[in-house]
């Protein structure tokens, strides 16, 4: 096969980037810039994606990466998307855009308690596999309350990855994993459901036709080429929701488990049938694969959490020391110098996800050793780690119960895998054996493997898995004496985090997070 590349154009929640790589899956050239997305003055919870500096941006980040890997554009030959979820783009009926908001923004609170009260957000679940909380169905009656002339030239509705594709071809598609994310999705069939547009009182014609991840969408126009360097006539290939293309790139099958650990920790399955919890825990969406879904626990802020120690205790301690010690090793270090259990301490980090009430209770930390105090530091890390170790098993079991399946063995990747100690927990609180995979950014290499299916480099999604898909980096075996201590310890973190949402709810104390559309209850 004569040498080619294709690109990955990755809008993720908090930067675009452009990644090129070769038929081995190796990268050859990289860039990205940092984005955020501005506050709605006057609207709680409000955030926008602004398509003007962002579409900008990534023009920049595709040229700059072409001129990183050295080759010609010409060598291109297929550019695929991908994005964060659930965000949306309104165009008016001329195509331009009206209206858009990331995957992060929560203005539609009214919109969504109503949608709960009427009993639509349940009709909504059961059909489309998601919740109201941040998803098409709120945002649009949002704009409708509140912006009634804006609402009133919608024409047309993309998510993020489809907006990205038709600015650079001008055709207007979507595909099942970003279009799933917007929940008025028919699952089964993987289409737009039209009875739940209809059902919030839209027009079934305002939502793009559905093409398969893979597929040949368009080809680059020369307006496209002439912003970001690739040169017109490009092939642009569907490519999707983030989370479903970091699976792929790892390779994952149907009837396998995988643990993504970033700032949400994301536990998924993926299943060859259209899995909906008749409970509304997890959620469900649509997979890359024809004929495969994923489902979700997510761990609400669990590498964040992390993050945040290293910010609030160890960053400072640092600094005041002048000292060049990475703060992971040294968090790493500490945390390992303390026992199973944390010595009595417990991180209510985050509450089991329940798609329909879930609440995050404030941060706090029980247990801590006032008799210790020179290893509080590793007891405040180590616990942490345990609490995402905790929620991840939580959330497997139930995937395990509503698959009817157990996952002897776990793919953990992300940056949460990178270090020693976290991996072994997640083992050992699991009982499940870890595999570790070389490669960390998996979403674009999905994204890359699509753009060489549709460009015809390969003829088949699974032929691009095997050629482009790295091997497993390490493994990590459960230590059996741990596996046996943590059994106790998984029951008592779940009745310290019951406890502590009461609490917080009894007492007035704001949660961290709650979901616009919520019942008042936990299920």
């Not at 570790?436 to 994204?447: D, F, N, R, S, W």
């Amino acid at each position: 096969m004569k040498t080619a590349y294709v690109m990955a154009v990755d809008a993720g929640t908090g930067s675009g980037r452009a990644i090129i790589y070769n038929l081995k899956g190796e990268i050859v050239g990289s860039a990205q810039e940092e984005w955020t997305h501005p506050a709605v003055e006057g609207v709680p919870g409000g955030l926008d994606f602004t398509t003007g500096p962002n579409g900008d941006l990534l023009d920049r980040v595709i040229g700059r990466a072409i001129v990183d890997a050295g080759i010609n554009a010409a060598e291109i030959a297929a550019v695929s998307t991908t994005s964060m979820r659930e965000g949306i783009v309104l165009y008016d009926e001329a195509g331009e855009v009206l209206w858009a908001c990331p995957n992060v923004d929560g203005r539609a609170q009214v919109q969504a308690d109503a949608l709960t009260r009427a009993g639509i957000s349940d009709e909504i679940y059961r059909r489309a596999g998601d919740w109201v909380s941040i998803t098409a169905p709120a945002r649009l009656h949002w704009l409708r309350d509140n912006r009634p002339d804006l609402f009133g030239r919608v024409h047309k509705l993309g998510m993020i990855s489809d907006w990205m594709a038709t600015r650079l071809t001008d055709t207007y598609v979507t595909e099942p994993t970003a279009g799933s994310s917007s929940a008025l999705f028919d699952l089964s069939a993987r289409v737009w459901s039209g009875e739940l547009i209809e059902r919030i009182g839209l027009n079934a014609n305002i939502v793009p036709p559905v093409v398969e991840t893979g597929t040949k969408m368009g080809k680059l126009s020369r307006a496209a080429a002439a912003r970001c360097g690739l040169i017109a006539g490009t092939p642009v290939v569907a490519g999707g929701g983030d989370t479903q293309l970091a699976l792929l790139g790892l390779g994952r099958r149907a009837g396998q488990a995988t643990l993504v650990g970033g700032s949400f920790w994301q536990m998924t399955i993926l299943s060859d049938d259209a899995l909906i919890d008749p409970a509304f825990g997890p959620r469900t969406l649509c997979h890359a694969r024809s004929g495969e879904w994923m489902v979700e626990g997510i761990g609400f802020l669990s590498g964040f959490a992390l993050r945040w120690v290293r910010d609030a205790f160890f960053e400072p301690l640092l600094k005041l020391a002048q000292s060049d010690l990475d703060a992971f090793a040294l968090i790493e270090k500490l945390a390992q110098g303390v026992p199973v259990g944390a010595a009595g301490t417990i991180a209510a980090t985050a509450c089991p996800m329940q798609s329909d009430a879930w609440r995050q209770p404030p941060l706090s930390f029980l247990g801590l050793d006032l008799n210790a105090p020179g290893r509080a530091l590793g007891q405040v890390a180590r616990s942490v780690m345990e609490a995402g170790a905790f929620l991840a098993n939580h959330h497997l079991e139930k995937l395990e119960a509503l698959s009817g399946q157990r996952y002897d063995t776990l793919q953990f990747t992300g940056g949460s895998s990178q270090g020693t100690l976290w991996p072994q927990i997640v083992a050992d609180v699991t009982g499940r054996e870890i595999e570790i995979p070389e490669v960390k950014e998996t979403t674009a290499l999905g994204c890359a493997m699509l753009a060489a299916v549709g460009a015809g480099l390969f003829a088949t999604i699974d032929e691009a898995v095997d050629a482009m898909a790295s091997p497993i980096e390490r493994r990590v075996v459960p230590n059996p004496e741990n596996v046996a201590l943590y059994q106790p310890l998984k029951t008592r973190w779940s009745e310290v985090i019951g406890g502590v949402r009461e609490l917080g709810d009894a007492t007035g104390l704001e949660p961290i997070w709650r979901p616009a559309g919520a019942r008042n209850t936990e299920l």
